[in-house]
């Protein structure tokens, strides 16, 4: 099953933060996330597990809540090469499929 | 350089007219998979495939076959192409099925 994202889309100004939130209906083992830039190929950014710990990549970090089934991802004084299309991907067993949410739109302007 | 190639990049083609999309990798990865991204879907898996000779469906399997003769390739077929199944298709493998996922640059199929 989909994971849900939100927001939608979200537009920032140079310097702001944001939070991408994934959620499931489904008990999981990992949460991955990735970014695509339009009209290129996604990008892996970070992979969380369960029972792992909390992940970041330079001014971006995730988190993953078990228990809810959520997880959030942290875009801290943000940039203008961060805008693109988030996406988190599911997966409720190791070795089971990944399934994508529809993506979060993130626009970053000056 | 470490990379995942897919061909054709773009492809325009009729109904019911067979055609195959390669994908190869070049860093010995075991897992590899299919994907199509569609306005507002997101990435729906197609097919996957966790080691040579052993493929699986995805999410949306109907309309496509997928063969995994050689660790390196994996070729998506479409035996009978229709309309649906204009999209962007993204391939992608990984060392193991939870390390990273290396995407190749899209096919953009168009069927008229």
């Known amino acids: 099953q989909q994971p849900v994202q939100s927001p939608q889309a979200v537009i920032l100004r140079e310097g702001e933060d944001a939070v991408i939130n994934c959620s499931s209906s489904?008990?999981?083992?990992?949460v991955h996330w990735y970014r695509q830039k339009h009209g290129e190929a996604p990008v892996f950014l970070m992979i969380?597990?369960?029972?792992?710990e909390q992940k970041g990549h330079e001014k971006i970090s995730a988190s993953f809540n078990e228990k809810k089934q959520q997880s959030s991802l942290y875009l801290t004084a943000s940039q203008l090469s961060y805008s693109g299309t988030y996406f988190c991907g599911t997966e409720p067993t190791s070795g089971s499929r990944l399934t994508f949410g529809e993506g979060t739109q993130l626009t970053v302007n000056p | 350089e470490a990379q995942v190639t897919q061909n054709p990049r773009y492809l325009i083609t009729v109904t019911g007219k067979k055609l195959t999309v390669t994908c190869s990798q070049n860093?010995?990865?075991?897992?590899m998979s299919w994907y199509r991204q569609d306005p507002g879907l997101g990435l729906r898996q197609i097919y996957y495939?966790?080691?040579?000779?052993?493929?699986d469906k995805g999410d949306v399997p109907e309309g496509y076959k997928v063969s995994r003769k050689e660790k390196r390739n994996f070729p998506l077929i479409l035996e009978s192409p229709s309309p649906n199944q204009t999209s962007l298709y993204f391939c992608a493998s990984s060392q193991f099925r939870d390390n990273t996922q290396y995407f190749g640059p899209g096919t953009r199929l168009t069927v008229l």
């Open positions: 495939s966790m080691n040579v000779e052993v493929t």
């Open positions: 489904k008990a999981l083992y990992s």
């Open positions: 860093m010995n990865h075991e897992y």
């Open positions: 969380l597990l369960k029972g792992g």
